[in-house]
């Protein structure tokens, strides 16, 4: 053998050796293996990279969310309405065209709330722990304090970003916050009073988990812009305490209108300040208003401490964006025009069958009385009943679940879930997974459990502690066997629910 030929042998050699490393590092990270877990129990929060499907622990076993999107607000890129009879009144207000859902878009008044409580509790009645159903409502925690701002004078400031947004001579938009107010729903033409205590009263009776939504839900700056038009549609809603743009679609949305990504991140912020002081905890799951999506957000998104998000219609995408675990929703609307109830609720246990996860986007329109007839809103709250009476009969190894949870289910197999007194864990996999006892600061709480006894309740199936001490703390390992759900709390409190 040549000199030349011994060369090119020991070429090509190192090539077929440097090929076989960069195959055995793409099958590691398509895997979704995660160095910082290696030899010690997975931290909660912490997601591993999406890669090969967790294998469960049942092939039957799938897993429903119940998304809802638009709790909270009186203000978008269309009016929201009282009521029927104020829609009606005042049709110069409307900006969508004739037939479009928009035009009877309203909010929740004191009696939805206590209907959907009591429908939510009848549905779980006499059900297991992982069969009870959980709304995800996302919430908007803010709007106009059209009051206030209608001692400004004109034209308003729209420079309304970032820190300048507190000073009434670069911004005219003065807003009202959830943590600090009863809202614009406690004020005319609404007059809902303040529901506040029914908001959290769900959240105590673990019928929801609220998650983000958003500050405002439609553009502030390109309103503000509107308002400054004399005799524009903007203007003439103001009139009436109701914001809307030139078209339905000329707000849209809120987080598209910033020219500095610092901005964005700063008005998330902010938001986010305000659902923590009033909810307890840290949201992990964003649902952009009006389902907008761009790079921007999804750094935003993920700087600001979120695991996942939900987009719009149809579930076909799930991926990762920087970090960040993307999922789209379809629509389980019954107010929609058109919408077939007993198709949709087929479509989804397709779904169920075939991917074993569905995240479904349910509006808080369907719960929303003051626009419709007794008639139509019972036959919207009876779609719904259906669906989830046929998803228990048709999947027996269906658990619905949050969004939250369903995010970390779908990327790594088991789940933990923060809620007023209480930590709980999931474990779908086949396999026995260990995890560390955590502080509920780690969910953005106040409260500490460092150095008090817990304890830990079987939902379902079985879990250990390991270790030497017989007294479970933050921080010890608990050992979650296959189709297990624990709750763990401090030894002196007790979770307002019942386990099953």
């Known amino acids: 053998m040549s000199a030349f030929t011994r060369v090119v042998h020991l070429y090509f050699l190192r090539l077929v050796a440097a090929l076989a490393v960069f195959a055995l590092l ?8 995660d160095w910082r877990f290696r030899g010690k129990p997975p931290y909660p929060l912490d997601l591993p990279r999406p890669g090969r499907a967790p294998l469960l622990n049942k092939p039957e076993r799938c897993f429903l969310s119940i998304s809802s999107d638009d709790w909270g607000r009186w203000a978008d890129s269309v009016p929201i309405f009282p009521d029927i009879a104020f829609a009606s009144s005042h049709e110069e207000l409307q ?21 959907l409580g009591s429908l939510l509790e009848r549905l779980n009645a006499d059900v297991t722990y992982e069969k009870r159903v959980v709304l995800t409502p996302h919430w908007i925690v803010g709007g106009p304090d059209f009051e206030a701002m209608r001692k400004l004078s004109r034209p308003l400031a729209v420079a309304c970003h970032g ?51 958003g500050r405002s839900h439609f553009s502030v700056s390109r309103w503000l812009r509107e308002l400054n038009i004399a ?35 700063e008005w998330i912020q902010g938001g986010l300040h305000s659902f923590r002081a009033f909810w307890g905890y840290r949201p992990r799951v964003l649902s952009s208003p009006h389902n907008t999506w761009t790079p921007w957000l999804a750094d935003a998104a993920r700087y ?73 809103y019972e036959k919207h709250l ?40 209480s930590i709980v864990y999931r474990n779908y996999q086949r396999t026995s997974v260990d995890v560390y006892a955590a502080d509920p600061t780690a969910f953005g709480t106040v409260e500490s459990w460092h150095g008090k006894d817990l304890v830990m309740e079987e939902l379902q199936g079985k879990a ?37």
Not at 325 to 351: H, M, W
């Open 464 to 500: 250990t502690k390991t270790g030497p001490n017989s007294a479970l703390h933050t921080g010890d390992t608990i050992r979650l066997y296959p189709d297990s759900i624990i709750r763990v709390r401090v030894s002196e409190s007790r979770a307002t629910i019942p386990s099953s």
């Open 26 to 33: 793409k099958v590691v990270f398509r895997f979704g293996v």
């Open 382 to 421: 009876s779609c719904f009943e259906r669906l989830i009476g046929k998803v228990r009969a048709m999947l027996p190894g269906l658990a619905i679940v949050t969004e939250s949870e369903l995010h970390q289910i779908r990327v790594r197999g088991w789940s933990a879930e923060v809620w007023n007194s």
């Open 163 to 213: 820190r300048d947004g507190g000073r009434q001579d670069r911004c005219g938009y003065i807003e009202l916050l959830l943590h600090d107010s009863a809202g614009g729903l406690s004020r005319p033409p609404y007059s809902r009073g303040d529901l506040r205590d029914l908001y959290r009263k769900l959240y105590m009776n673990e019928l929801w988990h609220p998650e983000y939504h």
């Open 231 to 265: 005799g524009s549609k903007a203007e003439a809603c103001f009139n009436h305490s109701l914001v809307c743009g030139s078209s339905e679609i000329a707000l849209r949305s809120e987080f598209d209108w910033f020219d500095e990504h610092q901005h964005l991140l």
């Open 95 to 115: 900006t969508a065209p004739a037939g479009f859902w928009y035009r009877l878009a309203t909010s929740e008044t004191r009696e939805d709330l206590e209907n």
């Open 304 to 376: 600001a401490g979120f695991i996942g998000t939900s987009l719009g219609d149809v579930q076909k995408v799930y991926r990762m964006d920087g970090g960040l675990v993307i999922t789209n929703r379809p629509r389980f609307d019954a107010f929609y025009p058109g919408f077939d109830c007993e198709k949709s609720v087929n479509e989804i246990i397709k779904t169920l069958n075939s991917t074993k996860f569905a995240n479904i986007m349910w509006h808080a329109q369907n719960a929303m009385r003051s626009t419709y007839s007794l008639e139509e």
